[in-house]
């Protein structure tokens, strides 16, 4: 945990490659708070490409990026960001309410729209595609793999047998269903009372077997009646697939470990009222200044306890302060800069004053 008085370009050189979980970039707007907020449109895009370059390199292969903004000057770096490879998983605004400065001004005076809101964008990288289902997603893995000679042996069982995928659908009473057991795409192994189902319409209308009777296995243990080596064939290749299907869960995993976190939780609405911090212990001072709680929120949805977030514009340092306030089981790891010494020292002492009890 480190909080930086220097530029985050020389920060972000020195950190490792692919070491941060979680980007929170809440930089310039371009609403003249000072020499470095005055660029605006195109000008603003080509002032942030040198730190979007650094985000790329410190960032994980699968990791998440925060850009606050507003509308307009989220809107302007979107499409830069998109066109980088990030995708885009939605926006959250922050209402202010009425307690903005704007809205407190004579509407005879204003000649633009008051700004009551703030927008985040949220965007992340994969370095594998998430799953929409893991379970399905891991049996049909298991299925396609070329290891799966199960799907292999009962192609070849019902093409010797002279029968075809529309007489296993008649087999079954499906339209498309019994696709799935010959078929490397949403492969599933049949249920015994599938499997019973397309052993005796082989019998009936398939050709005659040289040997032993279709879809029953010669490695399956057990001889006897017809019905119990066929029991026995299935009991063996269910255990067989349910190796296969152990290895890709542990790959499944694996996974899960490795792609970025995206834990909503209760977290729902995209639309988060939160009042401006006012004078008092909590207050930072810095003119930017937002509530922890919209801070806290985002690092719960996208990281995890021990992951690293960067902060490459400290300002009032809001990672830095929630990570700190964090308990130790949740806590997570954080580098910030900021370039004003002013913010840098007020930060320190509110790290040391309010640690533990921020939220």
Known sequence: MTLHNRNALEVAAEMPEGSARLVYCDGPYGLDFGEWDRAKGSALVEWYAPFFDAFDRVAMPSSSLVVWGRSESWAWLHTDLTARGWRFCGSVVWDKGNATTTMRADPDTLRSWPQTHEVCGIYQRDELQAPTCAATTVAYAAGASDRNWIRVWLGEQWKAAGLTRADANRAMGTATMANHYFVASQWALPTWDAYQQLAAYAAEHGREPDGLPWLVHPDAPGLGATY?????????????????????????????????????????????????????????????????????????????????????????????????????????RWVSCELDAAHVERTRAMLARTQGALL
């Open 228 to 332: 119990e080596h066929l029991r026995a064939t299935y009991e063996h290749l269910r255990a067989e697939y349910e190796h296969l299907r152990a290895e890709y869960e542990h790959l499944r995993a694996e996974y899960e470990r490795l792609r970025a976190p995206f834990n909503l939780g209760s977290i729902i609405g995209s639309v988060w009222r939160e009042t401006p911090p006012t004078i008092g212990a909590g207050r930072h001072g810095h003119p930017c200044e937002k509530p922890p709680a919209l801070t806290r929120r985002l690092i719960d949805v996208l990281t995890k306890p021990g992951e690293l977030i960067f902060e490459p514009f400290g300002g009032s340092s809001p990672v830095a302060r929630c990570c700190e306030a964090m308990p130790r089981d949740l806590a997570r």
